[in-house]
């Protein structure tokens, strides 16, 4: 009985700016794609292989955790559906699109890739089909982990505001860290773009000013009575 309330705020966040937030959502994911796939099948210099660590070698690969890591593109959509405002969400995309820019640059100039596994793909179609459209290269930052990350400070932030559950933020912390580790345990990435996709979340969230962005419209939406 008590959640209701807060069920009611998030299901209002949702519907807000509804469409303005599915196309935005699906126009940024396109345009990145095609920067991103170009980049990858067609590098501008030699191909830099990053090194393993020992981290790579207890992360043994696990089939089973390609559904967490395709579960990024759900997460992305977190923040921005949390959303009110038309300025809001465009501010969301601006300083999501710069990480990303950065990443992409990086990738330009340091075309960079994993080393190959020693896996037969055809016993696993399911990660093989992954390989096949993503292969294992613009691996450093890994931008996978960066976005995730990107994503979770945002919604560490702003959460609480919003008068949901700690537990979510717990949940939100797990799903994070779940997304990183099955970079490692799909063979997509190793340790070294993991912790570099890290590092490159952090730096833009305190550039871009992510923190004051999440929390920039959350308590007025707290305080405003949500109508069923």
Request: aromatic letters at 14%; glycine letters at 4%.
């Amino acid at each position: 009985m008590s959640n209701k309330p807060a069920a009611r705020k998030v299901a209002a966040l949702i519907l807000s700016r509804f469409w303005f937030k599915t196309f935005g959502i699906s126009g940024f994911t396109t345009l990145f794609f095609v920067a991103y796939l170009y980049l990858l099948k067609h590098p501008a210099y030699h191909v830099a292989v990053i090194p393993t660590t020992w981290f790579d070698e207890v992360a043994s690969f696990q089939p089973a955790a390609l559904p967490i890591y395709l579960s990024l593109w759900v997460y992305l959509s977190g923040p921005p559906v949390l959303m009110t405002t038309r300025r809001e969400i465009t501010g969301y995309g601006v300083r999501i699109a710069a990480l990303c820019l950065v990443a992409l640059g990086i990738f330009y100039f340091w075309p960079n890739a994993v080393p190959p596994v020693h896996i037969d793909w055809s016993q696993y179609p399911s990660v093989a089909f992954l390989k096949n459209v993503d292969a294992a290269g613009n691996a450093c930052p890994s931008l996978h982990v960066a976005t995730a990350v990107f994503s979770a400070l945002w919604l560490h932030w702003r959460l609480p505001l919003l008068g949901i559950s700690r537990g979510w933020r717990t949940v939100n912390i797990v799903w994070c860290v779940a997304i990183a580790y099955s970079t490692m345990a799909t063979k997509q990435h190793v340790a070294i773009d993991v912790a570099a996709g890290t590092v490159l979340a952090l730096a833009a969230a305190w550039v871009t000013g992510l923190k004051a962005h999440a929390e920039m419209r959350a308590p007025e939406f707290r305080l405003k009575p949500v109508h069923a």
